[in-house]
């Protein structure tokens, strides 16, 4: 670990701007828009982002033994098993062909955790939602929101503009990489690299609560036959759910072990809790690994595992503990949005959306 010592926690790392209820207010409506638009091309409710999943899985968390004080905070006080569920998804919230390639994302809900919860927040889960990249692309919930209605205004463009356009900014990105550099914008908008998903490490992007301290989370995956995969190219031309067959091959061979880490707020300056574009240096502040997640072989995609957790689940880094409050502007705007969401897909698809109960996924 770094040799700086984790800044303690306090409320005054948020700082909130005046006009966040304005924003958010826009943002409810430009999900709504996202959301009528696609319920009307497919006659069922999905989700305003993020809204096709290539894999529904279900494992095992276990907190490590032994963490030093520093890392051993709220869920991850103790050691401990946890029944977790896993959602493998992309960002757009239309549902299109592997082929327009953007940015993946990893949703984890853990189930049965006991604990002090967030005002007004019931059942017994503690949600991380993730994202391939270190960093979020807008630095706050005013940028992201110009980003959202750009999203909202081609929702509805034919799949074949998408996929020439996603072609193009693949292109442009493979350059840019070529000489060291990275562009989130055109990742996000198509330009991401047609590579295999099972190899991606996951971040949260922004921070949140750990306890005394405040950290980010990643989970990164450690067993051989997904490391196989990072970088990995897999080709999805003609395959429009691609990267749904190939997390199903993967599962029903192998098993799937990843870690989840934790990375603490060391540096006020470097590591900023609002700016949520800002990748925080791991050199200051390494990741380090907190529990284990494991994924044994299973069908990881089949009906009921759609109407039980695509359908029937949300998640959201809101259901969690007090210890792991999510923080900054961000998440702050997850916390508006993401409940209207959830509520749009109830309404409109007749599944209530509801918490696990108990310990287990099937309570």
């Known amino acids: 670990m770094s040799a700086a010592s984790p800044i303690p926690y306090h409320p005054s790392v948020e700082q909130p701007r005046t006009d966040e209820d304005d924003i958010h207010a826009q943002m409810l409506v430009t999900f709504a828009k996202i959301q009528n638009t ?33 890392l051993a905070q709220g869920l991850f006080a103790t050691p401990g098993s946890y029944e977790a569920v896993l959602r493998l998804s992309t960002n757009p919230g239309d549902i299109l062909d592997d082929s327009v390639s953007t940015p993946r994302g990893l949703a984890l809900k853990i189930i049965g955790v006991e604990g002090e919860r967030l005002e007004g927040v019931e059942g017994t889960t503690q949600d991380f ?3 391939n990249a270190p960093a979020f692309t ?3 919930d005013a940028a992201f ?27 442009v990105e493979t350059v840019l990489e070529s000489l060291g550099t990275k562009s989130p914008t055109l990742i996000s908008l198509g330009g991401h690299p047609e590579t295999h998903i099972l190899g991606e490490t996951f971040y ?12 980010k989370v990643a ?12 970088g990995a190219s897999l080709t999805v031309n003609g395959k429009p759910d691609g990267l749904r067959e190939a997390v199903t091959g993967f599962f029903a061979e192998h098993e799937g072990v990843w870690e989840l880490r934790a990375q603490l707020r060391t540096d006020e300056e470097t590591m900023p809790v609002e700016d949520a574009s800002k990748p925080w240096p791991e050199k200051q502040s390494p990741y380090v690994a907190v529990a284990r997640l494991t994924v044994p072989r299973q069908d990881a995609w089949s009906e009921d595992k759609v109407r039980r957790i695509d359908d029937g689940f949300a998640f959201n880094p809101w259901h969690a503990l007090a210890a792991h409050r999510p923080l900054g502007s961000i998440m702050r705007a997850r916390r508006a949005a993401y409940p209207a969401s959830a509520g749009f897909r109830a309404e409109h698809s007749g599944c209530p959306i509801h918490e696990p109960g108990g310990s287990r996924l099937s309570n």
């Open 138 to 140: 807008a630095p706050d």
């Open 145 to 171: 929101l110009k980003s959202l209605k750009l999203l909202a205004a081609t929702t509805d463009t034919p799949q074949v503009f998408k996929k020439a356009f996603s072609a193009v900014l693949r292109g």
């Open 38 to 70: 696609t319920f009307e091309d497919y006659g069922r409710a999905v989700r305003g982002v993020h809204a096709k999943a290539h894999g529904l899985l279900v494992g095992r968390l276990e907190v490590l033994d032994d963490l030093p004080p520093t």
């Open 219 to 230: 989970v990164a995956p450690v067993s051989p036959e997904l490391t196989a995969l990072t």
């Open 204 to 215: 949260s992007q922004v921070p949140l609560r750990w306890g005394d301290y405040v950290a």
């Open 129 to 131: 939602v993730m994202a």
